[in-house]
């Protein structure tokens, strides 16, 4: 990972683990998706949409429906980083 | 009414400002403890209303770490399902875990599908939707995902029963400031035709934006004179002094039960609802009625089948609004005739407040620990007293052998509802 994509990394896991407040934090991989890790679809649009919110982007919805997991995610959030 | 259609109360929890389990809130009413206190200016529910009863030391986390580490197991799944939800959720939550075990319904089966459950109340967090609002406007459309689910009231409904793991039926109940009676009064029904063995009901906790105060205070209904910077002296039900409601914060929750399920599981009975009326005036005003009050009040006696005689107390509506006092009192007169010189009257909310949806619930409470220990909680602040020929607690807890008591609740747009509680046998015989 670039050092832009660890620091949108750090922030996803910072936001997964305040919505699955049980998890252990190692257990929040890059290869992991949120279902994985027992986040059920409201969790996951939570973490997603308070990741987006604290990285202030503008990331359409339509926009995150081909994302599997958290390498995904990272990488569509590192895109509109770029062009923010 | 018959014996066997009284309803028994076996569980009890309460969230207040004056005490945030059953014990300390049974401590606080003997003494008179004042929960009203001067608001923060820069908490964003302050303007034209200064006081108010507020929760300031809850948290649903800190509070779940204390309990013993049985029940922490049984509601394990409490911390997620109430995580980014709303206060009300929380404190409704911690009341309705106090009732449940204090019932001893943790030991059965769960899921329980013969459990109900009510919270009653409407439009109970309106702070929470002015927040979301805020938070929508000043990050461009970047909402909370989760406001989807928790803007509902009936939100309180799912994640309640998924935590006790009621699978009954289950609803929201709405009447104003009579909500807690009136969902009292729909689970007393559940519970006498058999639809339901056993029922939670919660009287949800309102959190008020700066608009619904500032609205209360504009038509007159809300504290907001002289009393402004004197908080433990806001608060004055049936005093010639009061100048309106003090709101408060807190919820209580009941569990209910039929007869029948009470001996099935050898469940302890702390009190029993022995008649309930929930009436209308057929308005949509602020605007009380003594009539309508009294038929509330004469109904619930017809539903118990005793005379106005046989009550040692009431525990009133009282709201500390010089309208609505004085219409109780009007009444209670027409109501009780003669017997109206005998009972004694003191109001829950000169203590805690005036906690809107929850109010009926947490007074049943109130009513309960009183008939249970032998006493009548002071009226806090009354000084001159509105009716010279009424009874009403004086400044100390006075002692109380009573049987019956009586409590009521009124609401905007007409709603009128009494209960009458029976003392518990094992009390009695005590």
Redesign the interface.
């Known amino acids: 990972m670039s050092p832009e994509q660890q620091k949108i990394f750090e922030v996803v896991k910072a936001h997964t683990l305040k919505v699955l407040i049980d998890l252990d934090p190692a257990q929040v991989t890059i290869e992991k998706s949120l279902s994985d890790l027992g986040a059920n679809s409201v969790d996951r649009l939570e973490v997603v949409m308070n990741a987006i919110d604290a990285l202030n982007l503008q990331v359409p919805l339509t926009a995150l429906q081909g994302v599997r997991d958290l390498r995904g995610l990272v990488d569509l959030l590192g895109r509109y980083a770029e062009r923010s | 009414m018959d014996r066997n259609s009284s309803v028994a109360v076996t569980g009890m929890g309460v969230v207040s400002s004056i005490g945030m389990d059953l014990e300390s809130f049974g401590r606080g009413l003997a003494a008179g403890k004042c929960g009203v206190v001067q608001l923060d200016p820069k908490s964003g529910s302050a303007s034209e209303i200064q006081v108010g009863a507020v929760l300031r030391e809850f948290a649903f986390e800190q509070w779940h770490s204390t309990l013993p580490g049985e029940v922490r197991s049984f509601f394990a799944s409490s911390?997620?399902i109430l995580?980014?939800t709303t206060e009300s959720t929380r404190w409704s939550a911690c009341a309705a875990m106090q009732a449940f075990t204090n019932a001893g319904l943790q030991s059965q089966r769960s899921p329980d599908d013969a459990l109900g459950l009510i919270i009653a109340g409407s439009n109970l967090s309106q702070e929470y939707v002015a927040q979301n609002w805020s938070r929508s406007i000043e990050?461009?459309g970047?909402?909370?995902?989760?406001y989807?689910?928790s803007f509902w009231d009936s939100n309180q409904v799912g994640c309640l029963s998924e935590i006790l793991g009621a699978r009954g039926p289950g609803c929201t109940v709405g009447a104003a400031s009579a909500s807690g009676n009136a969902g009292l009064f729909q689970a007393c029904q559940w519970i006498r035709s058999g639809v339901v063995d056993r029922c939670v009901v919660v009287g949800a906790g309102s959190e008020f934006s700066r608009l619904e105060l500032d609205a209360f205070a504009m038509i007159g209904a809300a504290c907001h004179g002289r009393f402004q910077n004197d908080p433990e002296r806001a608060c004055r039900p049936f005093d010639a002094a009061a100048e309106g409601v003090v709101f408060g914060q807190g919820s209580g929750a009941v569990v209910l039960e039929s007869r029948l399920s009470v001996e099935s599981r050898g469940a302890r009975v702390l009190g029993e609802i022995a008649g309930i009326s929930l009436l209308l005036d057929g308005h949509h005003l602020p605007d009380p009625s003594v009539a309508g009050e009294a038929r509330a009040m004469q109904t619930a006696l017809r539903d118990a089948g005793i005379s106005p005689e046989e009550i040692a107390y009431i525990n009133a509506h009282g709201s500390s609004s010089p309208l609505g006092d004085r219409t109780e009192c009007d009444a209670i007169k027409q109501a009780f005739g003669a017997g109206s010189r005998q009972v004694w009257i003191n109001s829950t909310k000169g203590l805690t407040g005036h906690c809107m949806a929850a109010s009926g619930v947490m007074e049943l409470i109130a009513t309960i620990l009183q008939l249970n220990g032998g006493f009548i909680h002071p009226n806090r602040n009354l000084e001159a007293p509105i009716d010279a020929e009424l009874r009403f607690a004086s400044g100390a807890a006075l002692p109380c052998d009573g049987v019956y008591a009586m409590s009521n609740g009124f609401g905007f747009g007409g709603f009128n509802s009494s209960l009458v509680i029976r003392k518990a046998e094992d009390e009695r015989r005590d």
């Open positions: 911390r997620k995580n980014n990050r461009a970047r909402i909370n995902p989760k989807a689910l």
